[in-house]
């Protein structure tokens, strides 16, 4: 009985199957590479649980590979790169790592949040570019996030009210805004909870002076926000995506933050990751990371020994 590791993960995921006796192998030890396609198969016929990062395609190929296998194990709070229809035909179990990056990425969230508000990427490339050299009342000048001078309290709409929504809402409260959402019917308990205004989508564009994403990958959420959504919300409006890349339809993103559609975006997340669409980096209106929502170590160890700990179960049958 063994586990196949796509990429390497976190020692402490490693010293959890290590502990409960379970033998593993890794397909690609240095963190920065991707594995082959044919290495993952061969990896999945000679293991009995495939336990994948959110880079891996685990589609029907990847499913029925090996006839005995026992499940897959996702490193991710994210399965949009597990084919779950498939699984689910097979009989396959598939485990993810909800709960321990909710924190870890509401705080990343506002990180964004805050710098394209305050154009910190900005101004940090002005001071190491030596360009500092006298204070001035209009330098690099942004916009408020909290009721500030003008004493008006800003909307931030959170699309998406899962654990995450949630916990970027919590920190809200700190900066004085009104927050409304949308999301789904089973979420509405949660808004009212969190006394958050449930909003319909359009709705909340339109109101909302920060979007921040934090739905599900699926096909009804791909390109959720479009040309016609970027229409729709303010031109002073500014929107954060720490969910999934694809909920954007980046290129038309691209035209709106140079068109001024929208003043500025802060993206954790990409369409077609690592790539981004052509023109992006150049737009000074853009806080871009390389999908580090979950990036804390704390995190990282918790999330690699959560999906230890579901492949050990999925070899316990
Ligand atoms: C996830 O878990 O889905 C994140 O995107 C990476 O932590």
């Known amino acids: 009985m063994s586990v196949f590791i796509t990429r390497k993960i976190p020692e402490a995921g490693l010293e959890r199957l290590r502990a409960a006796g379970v033998a593993f192998e890794i397909g690609e030890m240095d963190g920065e590479k991707a594995i082959a396609r044919d290495d993952v198969l061969d990896g999945v016929r000679r293991h009995d649980v495939l336990l994948s990062l959110l880079t891996e395609r685990v589609d029907r190929e990847v499913l029925t590979a090996n006839p005995q296998l026992r499940g897959v194990s996702n490193m991710a709070v994210g399965l949009d790169n597990v084919d779950l229809a498939a699984a689910e035909e097979l009989g396959i179990p598939v485990g993810n790592t909800p709960g321990v990056l909710t924190d870890a990425t509401a705080d990343l969230t ?58 970027v809402a919590q920190r809200a409260r700190g ?8 999301g789904s019917p089973r979420s509405r308990d949660a808004m009212t909870a969190a006394s958050v205004e449930p909003l319909e989508f ?116």
């Open 110 to 167: 506002w990180a964004l949040l805050l710098a394209a508000a305050r154009r910190v990427p900005e101004a940090h490339d002005y001071m190491a570019g030596g360009r500092y050299s006298i204070w001035g009342p209009e330098l690099l000048c942004g916009v408020d996030v909290g009721p500030g001078a003008s004493g008006c309290r800003k909307t931030l709409g959170i699309v998406g009210f899962g654990r995450i929504g949630v916990a």
């Open 175 to 182: 900066f004085d805004m009104d927050v409304v959402a949308c």
């Open 202 to 317: 359009d709705e909340l564009l339109e109101r909302s002076d920060f979007v921040s994403l934090h739905c599900p990958l699926t096909p009804s959420t791909r390109h959720l926000i479009g040309v016609e959504q970027l229409l729709r919300m303010k031109r002073s409006a500014i929107l954060i995506n720490t969910a999934r890349g694809p909920v954007v339809d980046e290129r038309a993103l691209v035209e709106a933050l140079r068109g001024g559609e929208i003043r500025a975006a802060g993206l954790d997340v990409f369409e077609d990751e690592p790539l981004m669409a052509p023109g992006l980096v150049e737009l000074p209106n853009v806080v871009i990371l390389p999908h580090i929502g979950s990036a804390t170590h704390e995190t990282r160890d918790r999330m690699a020994t959560m999906a230890a700990d579901n492949a050990i179960e999925f070899l316990r049958g």
